[in-house]
Structures are given as C-alpha cells and as structure tokens.
Nanobody
Framework: QVQLVESGGGLVQAGGSLRLSCAAS????????MGWFRQAPGKEREFVAA????????YYADSVKGRFTMSRDNAKSTVYLQMNSLNAEDTAVYYC??????????????????WGQGTQVTVSS
C-alpha cells in the first residue's frame, strides 16, 4: 500500500504561482511513476504531469507545458508541482497519484493504483 498526502493548494490571482507537494509513504520503493491529475467542476479528471522515481524523466500535458514543473525529492519521498503563470482554467482539485506498473502511457488515468485526497487550487481572474 502507498499513502499519498497532497498540500499547497489555495487561492491565487491570475498570473501568480503555487507549489503543490505530495508526500508518499508505505511501499514507495515499488512506485515507479508519480503523477498529478486535476479535475474541474463538471469535467473529467485529466492528466497534468508525471515523473519517474528512477531517472526523473518528466512528462506534461500540453496545456501546462512551459508553466508547470514537476520534481521529486527521493530522500523525502515527496514530489512537487511548481505552477507558474496560473490562469482561471487551472482552477481544479489537484490529485497526486502513484503506480507501480510499466508499459502504459503516463497520462493513462486508469493505470494509477493509488490516489491522494486532492487539494483545491483556485485562480481568480
């Protein structure tokens, strides 16, 4: 089992920045990929970014590329999502996710085994 706890959400003005954190505990050694997803009201949960624990390769949705940066701290078993140049379309609940399987695209929501409780990000225009 892997437990994920997100933090860092809040209210920010358009153009501002926030940094989300996701602390992982449990069988983290078996977690191969960590991801961030988000869900806006009335919309499906969508992929935002992902990072591999081994090697640190990162992947981003086109909508956030160049504005968001995902990173990890292996010693703390924590991943981060630095979000810059935020706009109203970024308003959503952001979820951290983990999976210990390979061979599937990192933006495949169904491939993730563990999810955090989510943290609200609200961008005011």
């Amino acid at each position: 089992q892997v437990q994920l706890v997100e933090s860092g959400g809040g209210l920010v003005q358009a153009g501002g920045s926030l940094r989300l954190s996701c602390a992982a505990s449990g069988r983290t050694a078996s977690s191969y990929t960590m991801g961030w997803f988000r869900q806006a009201p009335g919309k499906e949960r969508e992929f935002v970014a992902a990072i591999r624990w081994s090697g640190g390769s990162t992947y981003y949705a086109d909508s956030v590329k160049g504005r968001f940066t995902m990173s990890r701290d292996n010693a703390k078993s924590t991943v981060y999502l630095q979000m810059n140049s935020l706009n109203a379309e970024d308003t959503a609940v952001y979820y951290c996710a983990a999976r210990n399987r390979r061979g599937l695209p990192v933006n495949n929501r169904g491939s993730y085994d563990y999810w955090g409780q989510g943290t609200q990000v609200t961008v005011s225009s």
